[in-house]
């Protein structure tokens, strides 16, 4: 009950004022009291017990005392007494990111371990792992552009996706503003407060309706936030491709990434160009960005009031009850 107390709130704690009239009743009441009084001339007394009258003389102000109570009550109520349940919600300010990843058959190179496409999708499950709280999408293109997963904090289902992710699902080719654009559409119309999009190819733009500049403004006028990174090594690296003897036979392609365009983008939309040409680089950038686009944490008090009156109304109409039925019965005056 104490603990019931202690947790009580007042909606108006200024009517408590009120009760500044209690003391102002109980001088009106004395001052009847003292007008009411009566002289009763008796032969004598030695048959009115004298442990009676003093019972009588305190009992006869049993109905003031009760509307004070009453009284007193009333006012608690029309305070507003009302119990607060309160707790923490821990809420992010709410980071979208789309991971657009290139994979044409370049990305089968294998100056990354296993390859470009394998260890870009190892480091990107590693990123997700790390964001627990934003919600994070993926796009892939190639002659194309694929949303293989909208934006989602379902991170479990979301790295099932990117382990089904694999060269051949879509026409080849290097559609990087395909890509980006898709990228754009996919997060658009977010409401989070900050929006991004990591594109990652090893090439040129070769294919693809939208130019990847013509992208980079789409975004800008979007608010969309783009880091661009170029995958390869530099010089020349290691091509897997089928022998006619059905195995595998390897050849050096030269490494060609468009900077010049990646770092344009990253700059038209405030993000920033990162070159990756080992897995350890590429390790390095996400963890770049992943502080570049920290959530910041914040820890929101709820509170759920709840009306507490009745109890107390409840009691007023007892108490009032009470003195209604002590004044009309036992105290009842004969006129």
Known sequence: MLRWWNDI??????????????????????FRLKKQKAKITLSGVQFIPKEANKIQLYAR??????????????????????????????????????????ISSSMLAE????????ASKNVAMDFISNRPNDRIGLVTFSGES????????????????????????????????????????????SDAKSKVVILLTDGFNTTGSIPPL???????????????????????????YQNGFGGTSYQNVEVRIDERTMKEISQMT??????????RSLAAIYEE???????????????????EFFPFALLAGIVFALQFMITNTIFKTIN
């Open 111 to 118: 100056d990354l371990k296993p390859n470009r496409l394998e």
């Open 9 to 30: 709130q007042f909606a108006n704690p200024e009517l408590f004022v009120l009760f500044a009239l209690v003391p102002l009743l109980v001088l009106v009441y004395l």
């Open 289 to 307: 960005i992943d502080q570049l686009e920290k959530s910041k944490i914040e820890v929101t008090e709820y509170r759920k009031k709840k009306e």
């Open 61 to 102: 102000h049993i109905p003031f005392v009760l509307s004070l109570i009453g009284f007193s009550l009333l006012v608690i109520c029309l305070a507003r007494p009302q119990s607060s349940l309160s707790w923490q919600d821990v809420t992010t300010e709410g980071i979208d990111i789309i991971i657009a990843m290139d």
């Open 270 to 279: 405030g993000g920033k160009y990162f070159r990756a040409t080992n897995n």
């Open 214 to 240: 013509t992208a980079a403004e789409i975004a800008r006028e979007f608010g969309v936030r783009t880091y661009t990174i170029g995958l390869g090594t530099n010089g020349m690296a290691p091509m897997p």
């Open 146 to 189: 694929f949303t293989q997963s909208p934006l989602t904090t379902d991170h479990s289902v979301l790295k099932n996706l990117f382990q089904d992710v694999k060269n051949g699902m879509i026409e080849d080719g290097t559609a990087i503003g395909l890509g980006l654009a898709t990228s754009v559409n996919r997060i658009k119309e």
